[in-house]
């Protein structure tokens, strides 16, 4: 069994979810968002990273899955999400977590079945996949999608690791 956090980065909400996988099936451990408040960028920053930590330190998860910048109409709110994944690498590799990334399309894809798949039908699936009584909250479920994403996909790219002598838990 492999313990899996996902990480949805924000610059208002960072939303992270951890499962566990057996095999091909997912186990629910725990998901929540954390607000990200501050005056400076550095306060803001530093927020993710210590809470992150937080969960990592709680969870004991073994690797790390974070969603992958797209470029977006706003290149501020671009160079913002940039800076929140970064806090959020920092503290998985700071704790020795290979970390994978995915793009939104892949983590719709792996999760809804298209890539181009509406929010709404993301947390609908993501609360059947994992049995959970409740949608989460949009960040969280995210983050979950995020996980499951790579719970999915991670046989395929540790076979593909070995065979190119790819260090495995490389950032891509």
Do not use: W
Not at 27 to 50: C, M, P, T, W, Y
Not at 61 to 87: M, W, Y
Request: charged letters at 25%; proline letters at 3%.
């Amino acid at each position: 069994m492999i313990r899996i956090l996902g990480i949805d980065p924000g610059s208002q909400q960072t939303g992270y979810g951890v499962i566990d996988m057996d095999g091909n099936h997912a186990i629910h451990v725990a998901h929540g968002n954390i607000k990200v408040r501050g005056e400076r960028l550095s306060d803001k920053l530093q927020l993710i990273f210590h809470h992150l930590r937080v969960v990592i330190r709680e969870f004991q998860p073994t690797e790390c899955a974070i969603e992958r910048v797209f470029v977006h109409r706003n290149a501020d709110s671009a160079l913002k999400l940039g800076q929140s994944r970064g806090a959020a690498i920092t503290a998985c590799a700071e704790q020795g977590l290979p970390v994978f990334e995915y793009t939104a399309n892949q983590v719709k894809q792996a999760t809804v079945g298209k890539g181009h798949a509406a929010k709404q039908q993301v947390k609908h699936m993501v609360k059947i996949l994992l049995c959970l009584a409740e949608p989460p909250r949009a960040d969280a479920a995210d983050a979950l999608a995020v996980a499951l994403c790579h719970g999915h996909s991670r046989e395929g790219l540790l076979r593909m690791d070995r065979v190119s002598g790819i260090k495995k838990g490389r950032l891509q």
